[in-house]
């Protein structure tokens, strides 16, 4: 049973749900709430525009066929220009679901979350707030594949390089033009990040067992039988942070990891490759990031758009994300010679950007209202894996549809 204190009427704000993101982010909260007892979680959305809002509802409420939405749930006008009306916001909701879309300011997520943890993570503490980024995908299934895939090893698991690989259906896929206009600020603005992770002063974590091997820009991985690159997203920066958080507060021993995403055959790599370079030349000036932002579905070849995904897109469409561990097992000492076991493992779920992400999301937050106990000891800025490494959060995930499981090698 959740409950609410007099101050904050509610369990869940949906801060940004007119947006391409939250609209569906709406749908999932009144999904899983309709789980528990009627009534027993108390909810709101909340943006700039309420007619926007209450447009949002009427489609949920139609969607979902539960008209009973649009008179249950209430609205909060609040704006990023406006800062009271954030302070407002806040003060009613035990927890703040931000969905709002990429500002120039904050658009490199790693930069963003980093930066986070640098400017607010002691004024967190010290007012018991847990600030956790990164809550849907790409860093959820990433992060918290880790620490399964470290939980499920018999022995010290040292090292794991993940591989992603998407799938669509007869009419393709797309990705929202929000994440394009995040992606061609992110790279723009790379040298800032270089220089806040200065600021952050982190000392290197001790290698355990065999240092793991960087692969090369363009390879062929025989792991998943196809050509493969870096993953460009946050996922290495968000599982090192955690790796860190596990190592410095718990004494855990540290995994290496490699981040990497499936391309497949020869003509997917010059479709790659010629995208790339393109990209790379216009990201660099501003005449040509404006094209970019003004133009995404042509310089993506169709794979960005302003409308974003169909429903139908979206429901043809898949992840997964495969996971290969190497470590000792428990009679061997990870100071003395090769690892000498492996283990294979996969987290595998519907279209990520919009279906995934939202289920990640609400889980994340229902996790938090229901196990404050097993989160980390005070409040403070904190990664998935940091958050959550002790609670349910995975099985809650297995529930509804974001699937951990073991391929092979040891199992605990």
């Not at 849907?136 to 499920?152: C, E, H, K, N, T």
């Not at 033009?177 to 992110?186: E, K, L, M, R, V």
């Amino acid at each position: 049973m959740i409950s609410t204190s007099g101050s904050r009427p509610y369990h869940v704000i949906i801060f940004g749900a007119s947006g391409f993101t939250g609209q569906f982010v709406v749908e999932e909260v009144a999904r899983t709430s309709a789980e528990g007892p009627k009534g027993t979680l108390k909810w709101a959305v909340a943006g700039r525009s309420r007619q926007k809002l209450e447009k949002v509802l009427e489609q949920a409420a139609e969607t979902l066929s539960k008209p009973e939405l649009k008179s249950e749930v209430d609205i909060i006008v609040a704006d990023v220009g406006e800062p009271d009306s954030l302070a407002a916001m806040c003060k009613q909701g035990v927890i703040v679901l931000n969905c709002v879309g990429p500002r120039r300011e904050w658009s490199c997520k790693s930069r963003f979350l980093e930066g986070m943890q640098l400017n607010y993570h002691s004024q967190a503490a010290e007012k018991g707030v847990y600030v956790v980024g990164s809550c849907g995908f790409d860093s959820i299934p990433a992060d918290m594949g880790v620490l399964y895939s470290r939980d499920q090893f018999k022995g010290t698991l040292t090292a794991i390089e993940s591989f992603l690989t998407v799938s669509s259906g007869s009419e393709g896929s797309c990705i929202h033009d929000g994440t394009w206009q995040s992606a061609i600020y992110g790279f723009a603005d790379s040298e800032k990040l270089r220089s806040l992770r200065k600021k952050l002063g982190y000392a290197p974590l001790p290698v355990v067992g065999s240092k793991i091997k960087k692969r090369g820009t363009l390879f062929y991985s025989r792991e998943m039988d196809q050509y493969a690159a870096p993953f460009m997203g946050a996922d290495p920066s968000v599982v090192k942070r955690t790796q860190r958080y596990l190592y410095e507060e718990r004494k855990d021993s540290p995994v290496q990891y490699g981040a990497y995403a499936g391309i497949g055959g020869m003509t997917s790599v010059i479709k790659l490759l010629f995208g790339a370079m393109l990209f790379w030349l216009m990201v660099n000036f501003s005449f040509g990031r404006s094209l970019l932002i003004k133009f995404p579905e042509f310089f993506s070849f169709g794979w960005f758009s302003k409308a974003g995904p169909t429903r139908k897109q979206m429901a043809e469409s898949s992840f997964c994300l495969t996971f290969f561990g190497e470590g000792y097992t428990g009679d061997q000492d990870p100071a003395q010679g090769k690892p000498n076991a492996k283990i294979r493992t996969q987290v595998k779920g519907p279209e990520a950007g919009y279906v995934a992400t939202p289920i990640a999301m609400v889980q994340a937050a229902f996790t938090i209202l229901h196990e404050p106990k097993s989160l980390p000891k005070t409040g403070g800025v904190y990664t998935p894996g940091a958050a959550f490494a002790k609670t349910t959060l995975i099985d809650r995930l297995n529930k509804h549809g974001i699937q951990f499981s073991v391929l092979s090698g040891p199992e605990a």
